[in-house]
């Protein structure tokens, strides 16, 4: 399945509003940001550098593979949801992003309602992508 990766792509107010609050993350070598299945604890941003996001099925065929372009935001859904992740994401060596704990996130979340509204944005789009994609499917 083909997910269109400008679907988690912020726009530039969002990054830097959620940047000031977040903890810079460089990767010296390939690192796993989070694994499809865990409870999410956060939110990673890209800055720069190539991340890969997949899906597996239960039986752990691989279902589809994104990368993430800068300004990409890893986790929404998770966080917004208090869920688990539903997808893997690797950075590969080099990579540049950020981590915004969950606790971090909604306190914006309650206090920045124009935050709030970019967020859900991208959650949107997000939807509207998995739903294209799944209809040419």
């Known amino acids: 399945m083909k997910l269109d990766s400008s679907a988690f792509i912020a726009d530039q107010e969002l990054v830097e509003a959620l940047?000031?609050?977040?903890t810079p993350v460089h990767c010296?070598?390939?690192?796993?940001?989070?694994?499809?299945?865990?409870?999410?604890?956060?939110?990673?941003?890209?800055?720069?550098?190539?991340?890969?996001?997949?899906?597996?099925?239960?039986?752990?065929?691989?279902?589809?593979?994104?990368?993430?372009?800068?300004?990409?935001?890893?986790?929404?859904?998770g966080?917004?949801?208090?869920?688990a992740y539903t997808l893997s994401a690797l950075a590969f060596k080099g990579a540049?992003?950020?981590y915004l704990e969950r606790e971090e996130f909604a306190g914006l979340m309650l206090t920045e309602p124009p935050i709030s509204v970019m967020i859900?944005?991208?959650?949107?789009?997000e939807v509207r992508s998995a739903r294209e994609a799944i209809s040419k499917y």
């Open 120 to 125: 859900l944005r991208v959650l949107a789009a």
């Open 28 to 77: 010296e070598e390939d690192c796993v940001l989070f694994t499809q299945g865990e409870p999410s604890g956060g939110l990673y941003i890209v800055h720069a550098g190539r991340v890969m996001m997949t899906m597996r099925s239960s039986t752990g065929e691989l279902l589809m593979s994104i990368t993430a372009a800068p300004n990409s935001l890893l986790g929404l859904p």
């Open 96 to 98: 540049e992003l950020s």
């Open 79 to 83: 966080i917004v949801g208090n869920k």
């Open 19 to 22: 940047k000031k609050r977040s």
